[in-house]
């Protein structure tokens, strides 16, 4: 079974279902109001879990009732969750999520105790993978990467400035279409691979410029895309971490963020490698 340690957030989503996204300004009523586990760290931690690896989760929650239901699927799933550490006076991380009938969403976060997550508090285990996310310090992620000596995944998710030694570092960087254009050029700093995503499009993993794998996935009922993309980040890091082949794994990669999008809330969607593996067969892919 392969190892993964995930440096990350964890974040308690509040979610409301809307008929209709709010344009700026607007105001939108009749939605209905659900709260369910998130953040991208915890989202890719227990998507590698239910993906088939061992999987540690290093991060901060507040001492708080949020923390507790933020964290319960984590500690139901088996995610070792020794290193979370508890912060006093601040509060678990909260996402606002507005979801329209697609499943296309909108979400604010208010990081609370995720900006605490210092690398000088963390003890980085040996793992074959890490992969982190930017809703955790920037400088943590560098120094984590720096420290540790498996293969490095960064989801490059929000869009925001790093250090060019992240770039450099990793072995896999992750981003959608937005985030690409956000990077730009800056991208070219990476000798790993990098797979952009495009939704319901597919996604592409490239290495220097040259095209490695072009995968479309397959078709699915959306009802909400939030943590398709850490499902996707978290399956293509294990697929090639188990050795599979860049088409193989963008293919299963995809697969699984597609099966993401079945269910409403960000970790109640996250498939098994059981239901991955069935939606691929099923689509033929
Ligand atoms: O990637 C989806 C996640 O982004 C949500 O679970 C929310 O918590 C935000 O962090």
């Not at 227990?46 to 933020?70: T, Y």
């Not at 998710?157 to 072995?171: F, Y």
Request: net charge negative.
């Amino acid at each position: 079974m392969s190892s993964i340690v995930v440096i990350g957030s964890v974040n308690l989503d509040l979610v409301a279902t809307v008929k209709k996204l709010p344009a700026p300004g607007e105001t939108v009523t009749d939605a209905e109001l659900n709260r369910f586990p998130g953040g991208k760290g915890a989202n890719q931690a227990l998507a590698a879990k239910r993906l088939g690896a061992e999987v540690q989760l290093l991060a901060c929650v507040g001492d708080d009732s949020a923390a507790d239901e933020a964290l319960a699927l984590l500690r139901e799933g088996g995610v070792d969750l020794s290193e979370v550490r508890v912060e006093a006076d601040i509060s678990t991380g909260t996402a606002l999520i507005a979801v329209d009938p697609s499943g296309e969403n909108h979400i604010v976060v208010a990081p609370g105790a995720n900006k605490k997550l210092a690398t000088d508090l963390l003890r980085i285990p040996d793992a074959e993978a890490m992969i982190c996310q930017l809703e955790v310090p920037t400088d943590t992620v560098a120094r984590a990467g720096a420290e540790f000596g498996g293969f490095f995944c960064v989801n490059l998710a929000p869009a925001q400035h790093v250090d060019v030694s992240v770039l450099q570092r990793a072995d896999l960087i992750i981003v959608n279409e937005t985030e690409a254009a956000w990077y730009g050029e800056s991208l070219d700093a990476c000798s790993g691979m990098i797979a952009t995503t495009f939704g319901a499009a597919g996604a592409v993993l490239t290495r220097n410029g040259e095209d490695l794998a072009r995968v479309k996935p397959p078709r699915v009922d959306a009802i909400d895309t939030t943590a398709a993309g850490d499902t996707f980040t978290a399956a293509l890091a294990l697929a090639l971490v188990e050795g599979q082949q860049p088409e193989s794994a963008l293919r299963f990669a995809c697969a699984a963020g597609a099966a993401a999008t079945r269910t409403l809330g960000a970790q109640p969607s996250l498939p098994t490698r059981q239901e991955v593996l069935r939606l691929m067969e099923d689509a033929a892919i």
